[in-house]
T-cell receptor, first 116, second 111 residues
Framework: EAGVAQSPRYKIIEKRQSVAFWCNPISGHATLYWYQQILGQGPKLLIQFQNNGVVDDSQLPKDRFSAERLKGVDSTLKIQPAKLEDSAVYLC??????????????FGSGTRLTVV | GDSVTQMEGPVTLSEEAFLTINCTYTATGYPSLFWYVQYPGEGLQLLLKATKADDKGSNKGFEATYRKETTSFHLEKGSVQVSDSAVYFCALSNSGYALNFGKGTSLLVTP
């Protein structure tokens, strides 16, 4: 079974520029999550999708961050405009009720964003 | 809201030493509890989990028991190896919602 795919692995941008990250979850996983992991901290949930609907986006800074999951499969996370404090690793994870109790949540390798 | 508190690192141990990383939680209801590990340069990997009180999760010599009375899920290993050097995250999930992570504990095992 293929894992959660994310791209790009690394991105360096200047502040005020825009950037987008892509995630392809495990096939059949209805739930998709985006997390932000700042260096030295635990991952923080940004947004949770169930199929193509948003379940929780309470911690998403909506003035600059947006996310979509068209057709309930792939997802993109966008930052526009980026700030220095957005430098972090952006993690995508997926799960399904069928595997949640057995395997938990599966994380991608993440995209490391550096804003200069 | 739900939260996880884990001991501050870094933790430095000699090879074959006993490891304990403390984790306590605050949550309504009956959350599932997890330990994730992040090796240098790699992504988050599930280490072990427990879904109800008194359950013991175990994997690769690591163990943790879900203690509802003390709201704890401490990670233990009897004899650590250099290859166990990593950052360990305690996390909880309530009713199948997203994981809520602690800040992580860095472990360095020296030969």
């Amino acid at each position: 079974e293929a894992g959660v795919a994310q791209s790009p692995r690394y991105k360096i941008i200047e502040k005020r520029q825009s950037v987008a990250f892509w995630c392809n979850p495990i096939s059949g996983h209805a739930t998709l999550y985006w997390y932000q992991q700042i260096l030295g901290q635990g991952p923080k949930l940004l947004i949770q999708f169930q199929n193509n609907g948003v379940v929780d986006d309470s911690q998403l800074p909506k003035d600059r961050f947006s996310a979509e999951r068209l057709k309930g499969v792939d997802s993109t996370l966008k930052i526009q405009p980026a700030k220095l404090e957005d430098s972090a690793v952006y993690l995508c994870a997926s799960s399904s009720p069928r595997v949640l109790k057995k395997d938990g949540y599966t994380f991608g390798s993440g995209t490391r964003l550096t804003v200069v | 809201g739900d939260s996880v508190t884990q001991m501050e690192g870094p933790v430095t141990l000699s090879e074959e030493a006993f490891l304990t990383i403390n984790c306590t939680y605050t949550a309504t209801g009956y959350p599932s509890l997890f330990w994730y590990v992040q090796y240098p340069g790699e992504g988050l990997q599930l280490l072990l989990k427990a879904t109800k009180a008194d359950d013991k999760g175990s994997n690769k010599g690591f163990e943790a028991t879900y203690r509802k009375e003390t709201t704890s899920f401490h990670l233990e290993k009897g004899s650590v190896q250099v290859s166990d050097s990593a950052v360990y995250f305690c996390a909880l999930s309530n009713s199948g919602y997203a994981l809520n992570f602690g800040k992580g504990t860095s472990l360095l095992v020296t030969p």
